[in-house]
């Protein structure tokens, strides 16, 4: 039902997942991250509670080590499609037998791809390539022509709803959690969001937030309103 990417940048010790299907909200209950752990996606009869747990277990154990605990005691797991990756960039997946073909996975070092439910093997397969051969762009872009890609090879078989872009720097927050829930085009609607996302109003919003090196954050009169004019004349 859905088709995914997970992975973890090594030049800038990122996380993040990419993520669409022909369901409600996918970023509700799909992608999780954590910052200096790791990401981690549950698909096709998800789990949440595999990314909850998996997210602790990965502050323990190696992406491989925590794959084999969620699963071991799993009634469902057959059912289940579930992939991550840990602060090494070591990655590991699971697609259970009863997964809806097309159903499968490919696992690299940094980074991994999965989907169910797919038109074909040929999503996954772009995503992977999309992925790979865009080094000159950011992480965070990586993922979303990763997404791209694996749309216009096929996708969802039963159609379009919702996509996801979530991201962990170094914050216990999200360097960026962008969610299209219900859309006819939700690929397309993403790239649109994290276009935006891009603006010198948001940016500068961004970097006056409280974070680890400056719990206060940066705030002034100033920064209010040059905030407020950017965004009146965007």
Same mark, same amino acid.
């Given at each position: 039902?859905?088709?995914?990417?997970?992975?973890?940048?090594?030049?800038?010790?990122?996380?993040?997942?990419?993520?669409?299907?022909?369901?409600?909200?996918?970023?509700?209950?799909?992608?999780?991250?954590?910052?200096?752990?790791?990401?981690?996606?549950?698909?096709?009869?998800?789990?949440?509670?595999?990314?909850?747990?998996?997210?602790?277990?990965?502050? %323990?154990?190696?992406?491989?080590?925590?794959?084999?605990?969620?699963?071991?005691?799993?009634?469902?797991?057959?059912?289940?499609?579930?992939?991550?990756?840990?602060?090494?960039?070591?990655?590991?997946?699971?697609?259970?037998?009863?997964?809806?073909?097309?159903?499968?996975?490919?696992?690299?070092? *940094?980074?991994?791809?999965?989907?169910?439910?797919?038109?074909?093997?040929?999503?996954?397969?772009?995503?992977?390539?999309?992925?790979?051969?865009?080094?000159?762009?950011?992480?965070?872009?990586? +993922? +979303?022509?990763?997404?791209?890609?694996? %749309?216009?090879?096929?996708?969802?078989?039963?159609?379009?709803?919702?996509?996801?872009? *979530?991201?962990?720097?170094?914050?216990? *927050?999200?360097?960026?959690?962008?969610?299209?829930?219900?859309?006819?085009?939700?690929?397309?609607?993403?790239?649109? +969001? *994290?276009?935006?996302?891009?603006?010198?109003?948001?940016?500068?919003?961004?970097?006056?937030?409280?974070?680890?090196?400056?719990?206060?954050?940066?705030?002034?009169?100033?920064?209010?309103?040059?905030?407020?004019?950017? %965004?009146?004349?965007?």
């Amino acid at each position: 039902m859905t088709f995914s990417i997970v992975a973890w940048d090594e030049a800038t010790r990122m996380t993040g997942i990419a993520v669409s299907t022909k369901n409600l909200a996918v970023g509700a209950l799909v992608p999780f991250a954590k910052a200096g752990v790791g990401a981690i996606a549950t698909q096709g009869l998800t789990n949440p509670l595999f990314g909850v747990q998996g997210l602790t277990l990965l502050s %323990q154990h190696d992406a491989k080590t925590t794959l084999k605990i969620l699963l071991q005691d799993d009634a469902g797991r057959d059912h289940r499609q579930l992939h991550l990756v840990d602060q090494m960039g070591s990655t590991a997946a699971w697609t259970g037998k009863e997964c809806v073909d097309w159903a499968g996975h490919q696992t690299f070092p *940094y980074f991994s791809v999965a989907g169910n439910m797919l038109v074909n093997g040929k999503t996954i397969e772009a995503m992977a390539e999309a992925y790979q051969s865009h080094h000159q762009e950011t992480f965070v872009k990586r +993922l +979303l022509l990763a997404l791209q890609a694996g %749309q216009i090879a096929g996708g969802d078989k039963r159609g379009r709803q919702s996509a996801a872009l *979530y991201v962990m720097s170094t914050e216990a *927050y999200a360097h960026l959690d962008l969610r299209v829930d219900d859309h006819v085009e939700p690929v397309t609607e993403l790239s649109r +969001l *994290y276009e935006e996302s891009q603006q010198e109003y948001y940016a500068s919003f961004r970097r006056s937030l409280p974070n680890n090196l400056n719990p206060a954050g940066i705030f002034s009169r100033e920064l209010v309103d040059s905030l407020i004019s950017k %965004q009146s004349l965007s």
